[in-house]
């Protein structure tokens, strides 16, 4: 049960340039989101979804995008980089009913 | 706003000692909660959650945590601190009916040999 997983677990990019941070989960949870993770702000929801074919926003959307096609993966994309993005991106889900997270275990990005 | 607060950036304490990490909340309705704990350069690990039931809510390494309704508190206990249990210790509280969570801003803790 390999639980959640991210990938990549590291990444560099350019100014502009664009990149989609893998999420997948094989316990069958609805409930996905992205957190992103700066020192002093704790962690900031991104975007979540409650099932396939189903996203919202969180506290800081913006220069993201999301999609959830099927239950097991919830991808986030870059569009076009920002340094103000470089952070530690976290995925987590959990079933329906608030009974808490499983993260994986972090994406960081650093934009030049 | 509902919103959940961390007040100390860094908790101090002697090993062997009792620690205490403080969160209080503020959400409308009844309450779900959460302490996760983060160990360097890793992701987050569940420790607890209260959901409804006892006050005093028991989980993982040995931390418990106490539910206060009329003081919104939800700290984080445990009797006897180790070296081990150095790390940063985040908040968290559910919003609205879809199941989304936040999150205080972290308390480090530093548990001192």
């Known amino acids: ?112 | 706003a509902q919103s959940v607060a961390q007040p100390e950036d860094q908790v101090n304490v002697a090993e062997g000692n009792p620690l205490t990490v403080k969160c209080t909340y503020s959400v409308s309705g009844n309450p779900y909660l959460f302490w996760y704990v983060q160990y360097p350069n890793r992701g987050l690990q569940f420790l607890l959650k209260y959901i409804t039931g006892d006050n005093l809510v028991k989980g993982s390494y040995g931390f418990e945590a106490e539910f206060n309704k009329s003081q919104t508190s939800f700290h984080l206990k445990k009797p006897s601190a180790l070296v081990s249990d150095s790390a940063l210790y985040f908040c968290a509280v559910r919003v609205g009916r879809d199941d989304k969570i936040i999150f205080g801003k972290g308390t480090r803790l530093h548990i001192l040999p």
């Not at chain 1, 069958?28 to 396939?52: F, K, T």
């Not at chain 1, 996203?55 to 097991?72: K, L």
Request: glycine residues 12%; contains cysteine; aromatic residues 10%.
């Open chain 1, 1 to 112: 049960n390999a639980g959640v997983t991210q990938t990549p677990k590291f990444q560099v990019l350019k100014t502009g340039q664009s990149m989609t941070l893998q999420c997948a989960q094989d316990m069958n949870h609805e409930y996905m989101s992205w957190y992103r993770q700066d020192p002093g702000m704790g962690l900031r929801l991104i975007h979540y979804s409650v099932g396939a074919g189903i996203t919202d926003q969180g506290e800081v959307p913006n220069g993201y995008n999301v999609s959830r096609s099927t239950t097991e993966d919830f991808p986030l994309r870059l569009l076009s980089a920002a340094p103000s993005q470089t952070s530690v991106y976290f995925c987590a889900s959990s079933p329906l009913g608030g009974v808490g997270y499983t993260f994986g275990s972090g994406t960081r990005l650093t934009v030049v």
